[in-house]
């Protein structure tokens, strides 16, 4: 074996010097050449009577030096070279271009590229680099694309051998991650407002955008679109493409809720705008407060607040409790989304509708926060209903005034549901109205009914309209 | 005495806002209407719109709504326009409900060969959104009243019952009574 060796290396040396120096390939103005070398194999096996011979081709990249080493194969067997024929192949010259890659492009977009040659035919076109998936390639064409976005990523072309520096296309690919906080979020997640009432920390990136030039132009858009709300509300942020940007941050103190689609349009530094890429699609839900947190929070004035609420979200809290929680909060997934009363048009703890004087409707603040759901509540009792039903009272009281100044209001019991109401009490007439124009007064439970000619003038209350408030008052106790 | 004490109630009457405000078939010029100012217990309503609504084969309608600022609910006129300008009114805005004032909604007609019938919508202000139609009879120069109904929430769900403009009272207790009424 030892001897086999060392003849090996004797071969080696005789076929290095049998080599002429014009086997290095060379480029010549800016065109290369390859050479061809045909390579006569032959192989001896004296042990077994075997012998062959056989020819194959070998480029020669530029400046490569071409080297055979005769020696010895397994199994006792021998193997010479020699060197048939040298030609000079105008093989490829240089790549010239690539074409059909943008300076921007959406991940996982599938991209034509084009490699552009001069100088002779591409024998080896297109190939890749980075992460770039090749979907279908031919000698100077390929479909590709960058499945995980990111920075710089490359396309090349170059010939098979001859080819020194291939050509080279790079692109930013733009995909987007969103995250809560600073925990990454797969497309479809659902993320909450929390129980005490504070929106997730909603963010977004371009995936492995470090060093990527340009800006992104972000959007977000929040839909909620369950009947009768038809809430729409779109963000907008332009930044660095390398930057991260703080949706909830365009909140400010405002709540939304619903689907959230995030959109992000690069545009590089070339002026070059790629479309909005891979919409990416998250969910909003709510988390309620335990009742005992809920009705601490409402308080004790007015005393009749926390009987509406609860009288009001009838079992729920601000958000649904029961069904599943999902993606459509339209039919099937209504856990953890906003508590729309039987009548189809109330929201929230309060059952929000149509609120103060100006019956707006309540804003997506007050759907999607318990905290301002019960603040509006509140504030629409205490301001409308209070003041309406105090000034109602008061006209009536100037009525009797001046028809029966001997019938005065304090003298008279209006009951509801067994809770007494009464004029100088902690429970008051006027209270009784608050509660009926908070869910309207079409005719007022309590009037002084005008005398006649025939009949005095008395105090009334209306049964046909005392439903409500007899309800309230059915949950004082609990 | 007595034409002092029919003065005293016929002052208070209009104070309170208890009388008619133009009185139904009383003619008054379209821009003294649009002048007046009304008054119910909730303040004072101005004029805001006027909505014409032509009927086929009747004179128009003309709807004179009146508002209170910043905050909702309507007071209507409903009346026909005669030679020189005259709003000849058909209906008297009500400033003597016995509830807060609505909110109209819309006017519609269905006619026939006799005349229409009217129908007036409204919203009640409140979290129930409860709603009322009015229908009335526009036949020979004439809008009587037909019926009413109203959109009540009962055990939870909305429901159209037939409604009343006459309001069933019953007299409160006396606080020295201990029955239940």
């Known amino acids: 074996m030892r001897t086999r060796t060392i003849l090996s290396f004797i071969f080696a040396g005789v076929l290095s010097s049998w080599l002429p120096a014009s086997v290095v390939n060379e480029c010549n103005n800016s065109v290369c050449y390859v050479k061809k070398v045909v390579v006569r194999s032959f192989i001896q096996c004296p042990d077994y009577g075997y012998q062959t011979t056989f020819t194959c081709e070998h480029y020669l990249n530029p400046g490569e030096c071409f080297s055979l080493i005769d020696g010895v194969e397994g199994g006792n067997c021998y193997h010479y070279y020699s060197i048939e024929s040298v030609t000079w192949i105008p093989i490829c010259g240089i790549v010239g271009s690539i074409s059909g890659l943008p300076d921007t492009i959406c991940a996982n977009e599938i991209v034509n590229v084009t490699a552009n040659a001069t100088g002779g035919p591409l024998l080896q076109g297109v190939a890749w680099g980075g992460d770039a998936l090749v979907l279908n390639q031919s000698a100077n064409n390929a479909t590709v694309r960058f499945p995980n976005g990111g920075t710089n990523r490359r396309i090349l072309a170059q010939a098979a051998q001859g080819q020194a520096t291939p050509a080279q296309a790079t692109t930013q690919a733009i995909d987007i991650e969103v995250l809560e906080g600073s925990t990454l979020k797969s497309a479809g997640d659902i993320v909450r407002i929390d129980a005490t009432a504070v929106m997730p920390a909603l963010k977004a990136r371009l995936k492995n955008a470090s060093g990527m030039p340009g800006t992104v132009e972000w959007k977000a858009t929040i839909v909620f679109d369950r009947p009768n709300r038809n809430d729409t509300n779109a963000f907008t942020k332009t930044l660095a493409a390398t930057a991260t940007w703080d949706i909830a941050a365009e909140f400010g103190s405002n709540f939304y809720g619903g689907t959230v689609t995030v959109e992000g349009k690069h545009t590089a530094a070339s002026g070059a705008t790629s479309q909005s890429c891979n919409p990416f699609v998250i969910h909003i839900r709510g988390l309620n407060p335990t009742v005992q947190v809920l009705e601490t929070y409402i308080g004790t004035t007015p005393w009749y607040a926390t009987p509406i609420c609860r009288h009001e979200r009838a079992g729920d809290l601000q958000f649904n409790v029961g069904g599943q929680e999902g993606p459509n909060f339209l039919t099937t997934d209504l856990k953890n989304t906003p508590n729309r009363g039987g009548d189809q048009i109330g929201w929230g703890a309060f059952q929000l509708t149509y609120l103060f004087a100006n019956g707006r409707v309540p804003t997506t603040t007050e759907v999607w926060s318990w905290k301002a759901n019960v603040d509006t509540g509140k504030a629409h009792l205490t301001t409308t209903c209070h003041s309406e039903a105090a000034a109602w009272i008061a006209s009536q009281e100037q009525q009797q005034q001046n028809e029966e100044p001997t019938m005065p209001l304090q003298n008279y019991i209006f009951v509801f549901n067994g809770t007494p109401f009464q004029k100088g009490t902690a429970r008051t007439p006027v209270d009784a109205c608050a509660i009926q124009r908070n869910n309207g007064a079409t005719s007022w439970v309590i009037y002084w009914k005008n005398k006649t000619t025939t009949t005095p003038g008395s105090w009334e209350y209306v049964p046909a309209q005392t439903g409500y408030v007899d309800a309230v008052c059915g949950r004082i106790a609990n | ?181």
Request: proline share 5%; net charge neutral; no cysteine.
């Open chain 2, 1 to 181: 005495m007595k034409s002092l004490q029919s003065l005293t109630l016929l002052f208070l009457l209009v104070n309170a806002g208890l009388g008619p405000v133009f009185g139904a078939g009383e003619p008054v010029t379209r821009n003294g209407l649009r002048a007046q100012t009304l008054s119910t217990w909730e303040g004072k309503y101005q004029f805001a719109d006027e909505i014409v609504v032509n009927i086929d084969g009747l004179p128009p309608l003309h709807t004179f709504q009146f508002r209170a600022q910043s905050r909702e609910g309507d007071l209507i006129v409903i009346g026909t326009i005669l030679q020189n300008e005259t709003v000849s009114v058909l209906i008297d805005a009500d400033t003597n409900r016995k509830g807060v004032t609505p909110i109209f909604e819309g006017i519609d007609a269905l006619p026939d060969s006799q005349g229409a019938d009217i129908l007036i919508r409204w919203r009640h202000p409140g979290q129930a959104g409860l709603r009322s139609v009015d229908r009335f009879r526009y036949q020979d120069g004439k809008l009587l009243k037909v019926m009413r109904a109203d959109l009540v929430v009962q055990g939870g769900r909305r429901l159209w019952v037939r409604g009343s403009d006459v309001i069933e009272s019953r007299p409160a207790l006396r606080a020295s009574e201990t029955t239940s009424p």
